[in-house]
C-alpha cells in the first residue's frame, strides 16, 4: 500500500504541503524536492510517518545509495541510510 495523503517539505526558505495521491502528484513532488534541494541545498520531508532530509551531495564526493549502489547527487538521508532519488521514491509507502 503506497502512502496517500499530503507531504511537508521544507527548507530554509519556506515550507509547503504537497498532495500525494497519485503517481503524477509523485513526479511532482520528486520533482520539487530535487529542484529545491539544487537551491537551498536541503529540504525536509514528510509524509505520514516517513521523513527524511534530501541534501546535496558534492560531484565528486562519491557517496553510494545504500539501495542501488549509484554515486548519489542528492542524499535523501533517514535511519543511516543514504539513498538516490529513484530508490526514495520507490521506497515511498
Ligand atoms: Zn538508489
Given at each position: 500500500m503506497k502512502y496517500s495523503g499530503q507531504v511537508a517539505v521544507r527548507s530554509s526558505?519556506?515550507?509547503?504541503?504537497?498532495?500525494?495521491?497519485?503517481e503524477y502528484?509523485?513526479?511532482?513532488?520528486f520533482e520539487h524536492i530535487t529542484d529545491r534541494v539544487r537551491r537551498d541545498r536541503w529540504v525536509d520531508v514528510r509524509a505520514g510517518r516517513q521523513h527524511w532530509r534530501a541534501t546535496l551531495i558534492e560531484p565528486d564526493s562519491h557517496v553510494p545509495c545504500s539501495t542501488c549502489g549509484e554515486a548519489l547527487t542528492i542524499a535523501h538521508a533517514s535511519a543511516g541510510a543514504q539513498l538516490c532519488t529513484r530508490c526514495r521514491m520507490r521506497a515511498l509507502h
Open positions: 526558505t519556506g515550507g509547503l504541503i504537497m498532495p500525494l495521491r497519485s502528484d509523485r513526479q511532482l513532488l
